[in-house]
């Protein structure tokens, strides 16, 4: 894993933008792995920005996002596609249907099984993930992959650890709100893209950045299965890489 300490949000947000464009001039059809949480917003203001000032074009590209909470309608606030049109693509000109959020609404586990598998095929139908953005949990999650004996390979549904439910309390008027579950890509299916920008923003994040480069690969840290793949940048504000030596 390659650390860029940068100094502050702004300057986070502005490096993986360039990473993104960077990929993006190479291939114009380029698929983008994209992710939610507080952390991506700045670098999707900036490649909305670089967007609206004729230094990117979207057209040919296809997204996939790592999550959407189960249970959730696309059209509902707290859903991962609204919070992805709200904060990146009803700003750009990326085409809608080449556009992939897990949907959250299914009839039964087999349908959800049976989605999950639809959605792994279709990303390698697409020719896999070019570049995908990652966030990181306090708790070392990457997609909704929670610290656990075991891990999962594939897109799977999941039950959400305590830690990140109350982190993502915030979003909803009450706990009891916020879903249980969620459907995630696995760790295989994210050490499957080409390349892999992890982004870590804030004092919060210290300690578990400082755990990531610490220690070994543990399914206690999922985040640390990062360390198998060939091309990993991780970009860290000072604050979140003020524990880092
Ligand atoms: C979001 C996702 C999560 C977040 C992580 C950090 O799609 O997969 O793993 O990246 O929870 O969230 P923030 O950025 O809100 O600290």
Redesign the pocket.
Known sequence: MQLYMVEDAENLAKKAADVIQEIIKEKPSAVLGL??????IATYQELIRRFQAGEIDFSQVTTF???EYFGLEPKHPQS?HTFMHNHLFNYINVAEENIHIPLGVHKDLGDVEGYCKTFEHFISYCGGIDLQL?????NG????NEPAEQLQAKTHLVRLSEK?LE?NARFFSKKEEVPQYAI?MGIQTILSAKKIVLLAQGVE?AEIIQKLFQTGITTDIPASFLKLHPDVIVIVDQAAGSLLN
């Open positions: 992710a939610t949480g507080s952390t991506p996002n790592l999550d991962y990652l966030g990181i949990g306090n999650h990457i997609g909704f990140t982190a995630t994040k």
